[in-house]
C-alpha cells in the first residue's frame, strides 16, 4: 500500500512540475485595431478621445515610436502579422474578397500561421474578431490553427442592430467555432467579452489569442449613450469615430481586467497596434472618411507615406521588459511573430525566409543597436514603394521623381531632399531594388481579376 501511495504521489509530482514548466511559457495577446489614425489614442498624445485602458497598457510597456506594418491596408497587413514574412514573398497583396467558394483567393495554404507553430508547443489558440485572410472552407481560421474562434470572416462588418445574412458582407452571420451564433450586443463589446472569457478558460496553461478589432474601421456605430458622450466634436465623422475608438478601449480594458484578476497580468506578452493608418482625404478640412487622424503623419490608408504604415505600437511584458519607456528604434508588426516563438520556446522555421526579429532583447536593453537595418514596402494599385533606412525614407509613387526624407527632423515627410542627396538615392534604390528581387512576381487579385496576375517590371514601372 505504501509503495502504491508512493508511486502514486510520484504521478502527482510529475504532472504539477509539468503544469508549472507549460505555464512557465508567456501567454502572447495580440491586439489589432482597424484602420486606427496615428493620433488617436491616449498616449500618442490625443486630447478629445480618452482611452485609459490602453494607455494604462502603454505605461506598464514600451512605446514604439518608430512602429511599421508591412503593408498600409487590412488583408495584406494581416497576412504579414501572421506569417512574419513579407507578404510580397507569396503574392498576398490586395484585400480578399469574401467568397467561400472562391479556393484561390484567400492567404496562401502554402504559408504556416503562427498559431500552427504554437499549437504543438502545447499552446491553446484563439481568435476573435475580424478575419479578411479568405472565406472558403480552407482559409477559415480554424483550419488555420486556431482552436477557438469568434467573429466574422469578410473584411469589414456592422456593429448594431444587424440582420445576418450571408450574402451580404457587413451583415455576415458572426460565428462561434464555425457555427452562427446571435449577438445582440454591440459587436465591438462582444468581442472583448469573449476574449476575457477565453483567459479565464485558459488560465492554466499558456495560450495565444489573437484579438483583431473591426474598429474603428466604418461604418462606424457605436451606442447612443456612448455618442452622447463626444457631443462636444463638431465634426459628426470624428464624433461616431471617437465613440468607436471608446467603446474599443472598453473591450480592451475587459480584456486586460480578466489578465489581473485571473494572476496572468506579469507572465503575458501583450502586442497592441493598428493594422494600417487612418484613411485620408483631403476634403472636410482634413477630416478622413472614417473620422480619424494621422497627425502629425503625411496621407493614410493605401498610402507608402508614414500615415499609411506607420502606427501606434505599444509591446507590455511585465514579467521581462521594463515599464512606461519609448523605444525609438524601428519596429515592425512582421516582428510579432519572431518574437512570440522564441519566447515560447518554439525554434524559428528555417524552411524559407522570415522576415523579423525577436524584439526582446531589444526591448530589454540587452542588446544594443536598430533590430532592422532596412524595412520595405510596396504597394500594387498605386504603384508605390518605399524603403526605410535608420532615419531616411525614399518614396517612390507613381510616375513623380523619387523622393527622399529625413524623418528624424521631417516626420510628416514634406521636405523632399532628393535633390540635395543623390548618393543616398542611389544607395536606397539600389536595396529596393535588391528586396524586389527577392519577392514574387505573382500576386493573388480580388473581383475578377483572377487569382494570379504578373507583377510589372520592377524599376520602370515604380517610377
Known amino acids: 500500500m505504501k509503495k502504491h501511495f508512493l508511486s502514486l504521489s510520484g504521478i502527482l509530482l510529475a504532472a504539477v512540475s509539468t503544469l508549472r514548466a507549460e505555464t512557465t511559457k508567456p501567454n502572447i495577446l495580440v491586439i489589432l485595431s482597424d484602420d486606427q489614425g496615428y493620433a ?18 502603454a505605461s506598464e510597456g514600451l512605446r514604439c515610436t518608430s512602429a511599421y506594418v508591412s503593408h498600409p491596408y487590412c488583408s495584406p497587413s494581416r497576412a504579414g502579422l501572421l506569417t512574419g514574412r513579407y507578404q510580397a514573398r507569396f503574392g498576398h497583396e490586395h484585400n480578399t474578397k ?13 504559408e504556416k500561421l503562427l498559431p500552427e507553430f504554437l499549437k504543438p508547443a502545447g499552446y491553446a489558440t484563439g481568435w476573435i474578431g475580424k478575419w479578411h485572410l479568405g472565406g472558403a472552407p480552407e482559409f477559415l481560421p480554424e483550419n488555420r490553427g486556431f482552436q477557438e474562434t469568434f467573429g466574422f470572416i469578410s473584411g469589414y462588418h456592422r456593429y448594431l442592430d ?27 463589446l462582444a468581442f472583448g467579452h469573449h ?28 451606442t447612443p449613450e456612448r455618442l452622447a458622450r463626444f457631443k462636444n466634436i463638431p465634426d459628426e465623422k470624428r464624433r461616431s469615430y471617437a465613440a468607436q475608438v471608446s467603446l ?44 480619424g487622424l494621422n497627425t502629425p503623419l503625411r496621407d493614410g490608408k493605401h498610402s507608402v507615406y508614414e500615415g499609411g504604415v506607420r502606427v501606434p505600437f505599444v509591446v507590455s511584458w511585465p514579467a521581462s521588459l521594463p515599464a512606461g519607456k519609448d523605444y525609438n528604434q524601428p519596429v515592425s508588426s512582421l516582428d510579432v511573430f519572431a518574437t512570440a516563438l522564441t519566447c515560447a520556446g518554439v525554434p524559428m522555421p528555417t ?50 521623381p523619387d523622393q527622399l526624407f529625413d524623418l528624424s ?34 500576386f493573388v487579385f480580388s473581383g475578377n481579376e483572377g487569382p494570379e496576375r504578373e507583377w510589372p517590371s520592377q524599376r520602370g514601372t515604380d517610377k
Request: glycine share 8%; hydrophobic share 35%; with cysteine.
Open 195 to 222: 476574449a476575457a472569457d477565453f483567459i479565464r478558460e485558459h488560465k492554466n496553461e499558456p495560450w495565444f489569442l489573437y484579438l483583431a478589432f473591426n474598429a474603428p474601421h466604418a461604418p462606424n456605430e457605436p
Open 351 to 400: 524552411d524559407r525566409p522570415y522576415d523579423g526579429v525577436n524584439l526582446v532583447p531589444y526591448l530589454s536593453g540587452k542588446k544594443n543597436g536598430a533590430p532592422h537595418d532596412q524595412l520595405f514596402w510596396r504597394l500594387n494599385e498605386r504603384q508605390q514603394a518605399a524603403a526605410l533606412e535608420g532615419h531616411e525614407k525614399l518614396v517612390r509613387d507613381g510616375t513623380k
Open 248 to 291: 474599443m478601449d472598453d473591450a480592451v480594458g475587459e480584456t486586460m481586467s480578466a489578465l489581473r484578476e485571473t494572476g496572468q497580468h506579469g507572465r503575458t506578452l501583450v502586442f497592441f497596434f493598428s493594422d494600417n493608418g487612418a484613411p485620408f482625404s483631403a476634403a472636410n478640412g482634413g477630416i478622413p472618411p472614417n473620422g
Open 98 to 110: 469574401y467568397d467561400p467558394t472562391n479556393h484561390q483567393e484567400g492567404l496562401p495554404l502554402t
Open 162 to 188: 444587424w440582420i445576418p445574412n450571408p450574402t451580404n458582407e457587413a451583415c455576415l452571420p458572426i460565428e462561434q467555432n464555425g457555427k452562427p451564433v446571435d449577438v445582440k450586443e454591440h459587436l465591438t
Open 409 to 442: 527632423t521631417d516626420i510628416g515627410e514634406v521636405r523632399n531632399l532628393a535633390n540635395t542627396d543623390e548618393k543616398t538615392i542611389g544607395e536606397m534604390n539600389k536595396a529596393l531594388d535588391a528586396w524586389f528581387s527577392q519577392m514574387t512576381n505573382k
Open 40 to 57: 488617436d489614442v491616449g498616449f500618442q498624445s490625443c486630447k478629445d478621445i480618452p482611452t485609459p485602458n490602453l494607455d494604462r497598457l
